[in-house]
């Protein structure tokens, strides 16, 4: 049987993915009991998070410093967790669920059904929709838009019905039984992508 080991697979993760993982990392695996000494310290780990969190906030706005800086943060980030997923692995020595409970994936990892682009389903209460969208890698944020559909085959009229840094938002105090497509577009260091697909909803 091959043996189950710590996989780098953050690595590629576009950067507001990355300090995500880093963070759920952060909590899971300093204080745990299976790792008594990590090989990076929880502040200079923490440090070198925030760090680039700072800087994919300050490339927003597209200018070339600040995304070098930005990849020179990542770098950081990526050789400070690297060390740790190496940590764990000898500490682990190949126990799939002493792996797990760091943070990190391990190299045998389960099937993964694809997500649909979007999805609008019932909200909390009546006259609400929550929108969840497929995180896209690299936004930093995502617009979401929505039209009445009347059925008649007349052009839609998009309205901008606000913003989020995480895929999924919630549309309020809509008409109940009336028709509704939704959409959005990601914002991205690079620009902003085309709008997706958009799903229909009828509001109950």
């Not at 706005?61 to 943060?73: K, V």
């Not at 045998?108 to 009546?126: C, M, N, R, Y």
């Not at 959005?184 to 902003?192: E, H, L, N, S």
């Amino acid at each position: 049987m091959k043996k189950i080991t710590v996989v780098l697979d953050f690595i590629p993760y576009a950067v507001s993915e990355k300090v995500t993982f880093c963070r759920n990392v952060n909590d899971k695996l300093f204080g745990n009991a299976l790792y008594p000494a990590p090989d990076v310290t929880l502040v200079d780990a923490k440090a070198a998070v925030d760090a680039l969190e700072t800087a994919i906030l300050a490339a927003k706005d597209g200018g070339h410093t600040a995304i070098s800086a930005m990849h020179d943060a990542e770098k950081r980030v990526n050789d400070i967790y690297r060390k740790l997923a190496n940590y764990v692995d000898r500490t682990a020595a190949g126990d799939e669920t002493s792996i797990l409970s760091s943070g990190f994936h391990i190299s045998k990892q389960p099937v993964i059904t694809p997500k649909a682009e979007l999805a609008a389903v019932d909200g909390d209460h009546s006259g609400s929709v929550r929108l969840v969208a497929k995180a896209l890698l690299g936004a930093v944020a995502y617009l979401w838009q929505m039209a009445i559909d009347d059925g008649a085959g007349t052009e839609l009229i998009w309205i901008a019905i606000g913003s989020s840094t995480r895929a999924n938002f919630e549309v309020n105090d809509l008409e109940v039984m009336k028709r509704y497509k939704f959409r959005f577009a990601a914002v991205t260091v690079d620009g902003t992508t085309d709008y997706c697909a958009p799903v229909t909803k009828i509001i109950v």
